[in-house]
């Protein structure tokens, strides 16, 4: 769902531009022992978010990721799991400059040996964090840009605090004038030679104890940043609160929207016609289709979550049928899918055999289906002639659906809910 | 539990403390259209969290909110709803600083008639924001401490991200050394009098655009504020994304443990210590209890989820009983308590009638629980002698239970899962 971009400014990147990732960080201040580049949430470490922002943007050429000695291993797993391409890993400094120094030059193809790229030294360079999962194509267009016109550019952000200078004794000596001063963020660009140049002429010093980038580009090539207001999205994992954030942010972005398969029933298009109601309530938006053949193929492509209606016949082989068909469209790789089987048995007939859904079943097509990264759940409804009782099934199956698609609980696949 | 303090400092506060909680923001950078401090997760707004912060101190004896004048309804509804003590309501004024000078001007009795105190003017006066809900007792005593003493006391973090210059065209003129200058923080501390001179002699222009209050004491009192580093816990709610982040701190503090009640039969124990066992390498720590009578009965004043283990009877008697325990400790005001009830069957007896829980009485007594903010969940499980058969069960109910305490899902109460 909406993670592919095709906009206009595409084309008017005509310049080389590759990226540098410093992913060195210990991860000290969140509060947990991984580093917190490689905490993983929703079954995928940070760090990979982060290349799946730049590595979607069509005219990013390489991403060179500089890991800790340590991590390299941890980080070429990582890559190969989840089928990231465009990105090569890089062995880190002492220092984050150091660091950065090393992508820098991998990009040049003046690395050591085995991380030497193929020759393709980028016009811009862009520097980011790896704990910045959220930047935006058209903001890294902005940046590169920039970079490209003026030598070098930074994101910047509104102070969020009033800055103040202490006097030796830990005392308020006096507050910054908020409004001259911004915050400093990533990503930066530069073009290669002053990056490069920056860090060839950089000291020592500089390497072990400097902070900014923008900085040794000022000193030591004359180059003035331009600064450019960033949005909020710019904002970096720190702390282990900023995890349970991020994890929220992805949750939301899965969960706007499902696709409704009815199999062209009239009993289960009026029950998915009902369903798209009460989801749109809560603020879900429903697609019905009939299968997902032909031009309807498409959903398999963009979206994440799918709920299968089915009525008075409890066989499963519709579910299964899809989950082949998205195991072939390689979707659970980024993140996991959600299958939602909604059985929908008549009132009358009381748990005619073959017509009610067999919970060990469900529960089974389930474990296969988690190992996969595919998230599958039953919910049964009765129907009912009685309008209000029925209206209120339905509600109580969207409010199940809504909460299962936002929730996407492992410990709960191969359930069978009652509505 | 853990909310309440007994620490040896309790005793050595011996002066008056009262705080002012400006809550007049409009929330424009949440991207939501309710005020931030009015947000609510887990059934109750953002502010309440942070007046319960201050409540639970037993050493400050009043709490000023101070809110925008359209805001006062839903206010006073709010403190009612939570049953707030200690707490008053103030109308603010049209900027931060007329906010706070409210809310001073009613600790000492001089506000208009209707927000006027019992005349308990306090010694020292702690300002705090209502989006920065997880400050801690010791903090706050260090900043009562230290405006004692010194008249003025402020909390400062380290900067996140280096703070820089820029020219008036948009290029950086230079990079502030981090290592002076701190971020300005909340909670502040100030003798009344301090405050209260301070805003007698301040300007209209400093009511107007003024930001700091330690600023208005070193220039109207002459007091230089003592600074105090803060911990990362006194992060202010922002964005949207805060919201998630505040609400998985809470679900944290929430879910770290359960107490089981048994009944006391030897069937119920066994289940109850192997759940323990397969809980604990889910970092959750379960105690159990044959019953909450007695001195067990103080697991109804400091536990959060509460689990019931039944074996071989389906009636729902104990856990209405337990419901009933529960809303007399009316302990479902601050936060949502979680009621699972574990129900095992013996593998043999197929369905015996009597001995199946029935899907729609959980259904109906968990519908009537939510009412009074408790979810109940029903997990059933089947006796199984073989004993790699029975751990995965037991393992599975452990999975289960823990998702349920941790995700809280008011979309999942009445259902009876298997495990
Ligand atoms: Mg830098
Ligand atoms: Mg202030």
Known sequence: GGQSYHQPWERSVDFPVSVVLPAGGT??????????????????????????????????????????????????????????????????????????????LALGGQGEEEERLPADKPKVVIIHDAVRPFVEEDFLYKIAMAAKEQGAAGAIRPLVSTVIATTSEGYLDHSLERARYRASEMPQGFTYDVIYQAYQRCTESDFDFGTECLHLALQYCGTNAKLIEGPPTLWKVTYKRDLAAAESIIKETLSRSACVITGGSAGAVTLADALQKAAGALDMELDVVPDLKGDNGRYLLKEWNFIQVSVNHSSLSEVESMLKDLEAANRALLHPLVVIWVHLSGSDELSVSGRTPEPAAIADVASAAKLRNILLYGIQLHQSKDTERWERSVLRVAEITSALIRERSPALVGQLLQA
């Open 27 to 104: 991860g000290e201040r969140t509060g947990l022992q991984t580093p917190k580049q490689f905490c993983s949430f929703l079954g995928r470490p940070l760090i990979s978010y982060t290349i799946q922002s730049f590595e979607r943007v069509s005219w990013i050429q390489s991403i060179v990721v500089v890991v800790a000695k340590e991590n390299m291993d941890l980080m070429t797993d990582i890559i190969q799991r989840f089928q990231h391409r465009k990105v090569r890993v890089v062995p880190g400094g002492s220092t984050r400059h150091r660091s950065i120094c090393n992508g820098v």
